[in-house]
Structure formats: structure tokens, C-alpha cells
């Protein structure tokens, strides 16, 4: 399943990411409404998780203003308030599960793949392998090919590609790659993803016609099939 997780608390942020990764799905992430509402717009995911209490925009007004743009992707609310009341108002809201905190991640993870198969996005249909030209990126055996050539690659730089390559003809920021990538939140001038990229480009365009990575100047990266 791809995931993604709205939740202004750090810890509890990188913990889900982490579970959720470590339970075979994708998971991103967004820290406050306003992020959360744009990754939701415009993202392809099969569930949302959603803090109820968050900055920027709280978790009910973004599911409701998701519904009044038609997005129905399934929407699970985490939330310390848990009287009848609020469940009832997070549900008329347009959320589609309610679940108190605390909580454990077993029942969490159960709720959410109760959430993708009534929605008919259940574990079983998602695509394994990304395509961009003659790249193939197959995320359950690690294996990437170019041409069907294929290129080695070590786990953090899989992470990196399999990242660019989902989000294909889209600009990637240096912060989206550090939080999605890394599961850093600090200053994004850092090179680390610079040094990355470099390595990801000397395996995955070198001795190849097309150029497959692109620099996007001043704002990051993007994988599209093309001409640079």
C-alpha cells in the first residue's frame, strides 16, 4: 500500500514511517495540514492518516475540504480526543475510521488494510514495478534494470530511486528526499543528497543515450524521460 501519514509530533511521525516501511508498504509523510493537504490532492495513495490536531490546518477541515475536491482516498483519524463526540464529528467529516490514542500499531496496521480493501486499493492490486523509459524499478526484489541491463545497487540508493522514479515528471525537493529518504528533518542545503544523486547518476545515466535524473535548478530533482 502506499501511505500517507499527516502527524505534527516528530516521534510519533518517524515511528509509524518506520513500522509501516518495515510492514513492506510506502509511506510518506507531511508535519503539518497545509502539506498534508497538498501530498493528499495530488498524490495517488490508499490511505490516509491523519492527526486531528494539527498546525496550519487541523485534521478534520483538511479531510473536508479533500471531500469538497472529490479526493475519496480512505482517511483513518488519530486523535487523543476520544469521546463519542469527537469520533462522531471526525466521522462526519468525511474520515472513514476513528482511533484514539494511544494506540498499538497492530490494531492500526489491521484498521488500514480493512480501509484499502473496502476502498478495492488492497495490498494484492499495487503495481511492484516502476517504469520511466527503459528503467525498471521493482520494489519487492530490490532489482533495477535499465535497457535490461542489470545495475547494483546498494539500500539507501534503491530508497532514493524508488522515491524519484514514484514520483516521475514531478520536481522532488531536497527536504521531501529527507524526510521520505532519510527520515531527517534538518537544514536541506546538507550534500548528503547531492553525493547520492551523484552515485545514483554514475550507475543509472552513465553509458546510456538518455539521461534519465535531472537537476532542477533551485528546486531539486525530477526523473522523467527525455533530453536534459
Do not use: C
Amino acid at each position: 500500500m502506499r501511505i500517507l501519514i499527516i502527524e505534527d509530533d516528530r516521534e510519533a511521525l518517524a515511528y509509524l514511517v518506520k513500522a509501516f516501511r518495515e510492514a513492506g508498504h510506502t509511506a510518506d509523510q507531511a508535519a503539518d495540514g497545509l502539506d498534508g493537504y497538498a501530498l493528499a490532492r495530488d498524490g495517488d495513495y490508499d490511505v490516509l492518516i491523519v492527526d486531528r490536531m494539527l498546525p496550519k490546518l487541523d485534521g478534520l477541515s483538511l479531510i473536508r475540504s479533500l471531500r469538497e475536491q472529490k479526493v475519496e482516498t480512505p482517511a483513518l483519524i488519530l486523535s487523543a480526543l476520544s469521546q463519542v463526540d469527537d469520533r462522531v464529528k471526525g466521522l462526519r467529516a468525511g474520515g472513514d475510521d476513528y482511533l484514539p490514542k494511544p494506540y498499538a500499531f497492530s490494531e492500526l496496521l489491521a484498521r488500514v488494510e480493512v480501509l484499502a480493501r473496502r476502498s478495492g486499493k488492497a495490498p494484492a492490486g499495487e503495481a511492484t514495478t516502476y517504469r520511466v523509459g527503459d528503467l525498471e524499478v521493482d520494489r519487492l526484489s530490490h532489482r533495477v534494470t535499465r535497457a535490461g541491463q542489470e545495475i547494483p545497487i546498494q539500500p539507501r540508493e534503491f530508497r532514493l530511486l524508488e522515491y524519484l522514479v514514484r514520483h516521475a515528471g514531478q520536481v522532488v525537493t531536497r527536504t521531501m528526499l529527507l524526510e521520505n529518504v532519510w527520515d531527517y528533518h534538518f537544514d536541506p542545503q546538507t550534500n548528503v543528497i547531492d553525493v547520492h544523486v551523484s552515485r545514483l547518476r554514475s550507475k543509472i545515466d552513465k553509458g546510456f543515450e538518455r539521461p534519465l535524473i535531472h537537476t532542477v535548478r533551485g528546486a531539486g530533482y525530477m526523473v522523467r524521460d527525455g533530453a536534459r
